[in-house]
C-alpha cells in the first residue's frame, strides 16, 4: 500500500542548512554576525563547497555589512538569517529601524562611507527591502 509524501513546505536543504542569530545591536554583534556566517558557510561547504572560492567572501563582507549597518544606523537588536537555496544562499537581515537603506555617496576625503550598499548591490544576485511596523527586513542572494 502506498502512501502519500509529507510536504510540509520545506525543502530538505532548507532544514538542514538554515542558521538564524538573533544579536543585541551592539557593535562586538558586527564580529559575531560574522563568526556566524563563517560556521554556517563551513557546514555547507561541507556538503557542497562553492562553485567559485569568492562566493565564500563575498557572503563574509556581505553579512558583515548588513550587520556594521544593523548597529550604526537601527537601535536595538537585529537577527541574522543564512539560508542555502538551490542556486545559492539567502541572507535575511531584521533591525529595528523602518528606514529603507539607501546609497550614499563616496567621499574619501570626508573618510570614507558610502560604499557598503553599493558592494551589497554589486556582489548580489537580487536585493530587496520588506519594511513593516517592527522594522525591516533586507532579503540578499548570493551565489554559491
Known amino acids: 500500500m502506498a502512501t502519500e509524501p509529507h510536504w510540509d513546505g520545506k525543502l530538505p536543504s532548507e532544514e538542514k ?3 538564524r542569530t538573533t ?3 551592539e557593535l562586538p554583534n558586527v564580529t559575531g554576525a560574522r563568526i556566524a556566517a563563517e560556521e554556517f558557510l563551513l557546514a555547507l561547504t561541507r556538503a557542497s563547497p562553492p562553485a567559485a ?3 565564500w567572501d563575498d557572503i ?3 553579512v558583515t555589512e548588513l550587520a556594521a549597518n544593523a548597529v550604526q544606523y537601527a537601535p536595538g537588536p537585529f537577527e541574522l538569517c543564512l539560508r542555502r537555496t538551490f542556486d545559492g544562499v539567502h541572507v535575511t537581515m531584521h533591525d529595528t529601524s523602518t528606514t ?3 546609497p550614499r555617496p563616496f567621499h574619501p576625503g570626508r573618510g570614507g562611507g558610502g560604499v557598503g550598499w553599493h558592494l551589497i548591490h554589486t556582489l548580489s544576485d537580487q536585493v530587496s527591502v520588506v519594511v513593516t511596523d517592527e522594522g525591516k527586513d533586507i532579503h540578499v542572494f548570493l551565489p554559491w
Open 100 to 102: 529603507p537603506p539607501a
Open 53 to 55: 572560492p569568492e562566493h
Open 17 to 19: 542548512y538554515t542558521r
Open 60 to 62: 563574509l563582507l556581505v
Open 23 to 25: 544579536f543585541a545591536g
